[in-house]
């Protein structure tokens, strides 16, 4: 069973960090995301992204295994070990996964320069807040099931 991970419709400040001398340990802080708009599971990243699948080991994988899997897809897309890095600790590891996949689903001819360009370009978003993973995963929900217009195909009537 995949789990789904919450895409915060802006990308919000991190909760401050435990405070260690106070004695609170050394244990994350509970996950809250008040922005969520939608939730992508692991299963519905595989369709809206299937680039993704090649680097998977498993046909239902967990969140770590598609942040291991969008490293190798990082190198095919052109995107740097270093701008990777600075993805995940700016957007946390699954939303960077989630933002590499989304580059992975666009056709060439959207990149102005190349998807490492773009995703340089989502990266300097996510550090000034202004970042939108929620809104773009549901133009590719929408692009996933649009149907195709009829145009002049259509038959006229006898």
Known sequence: MDEAVPIPERSQTPP????RAAGQGAEKPARTDSGTVMRLSTAELMVLAPRLRVYLKTPSPAWP???????WLRGELGVSKSLWGEACVAMGREQAAIAIAIVSAKPAAHFRSTPGGYFHGMVAKAKTGELNLGRTVWGLRHAATAKPHRGSSRPTPS
Request: charged share 35%.
């Open 65 to 71: 295994e598609i942040v291991d899997a969008a490293d």
């Open 16 to 19: 401050n960090p435990p405070d």
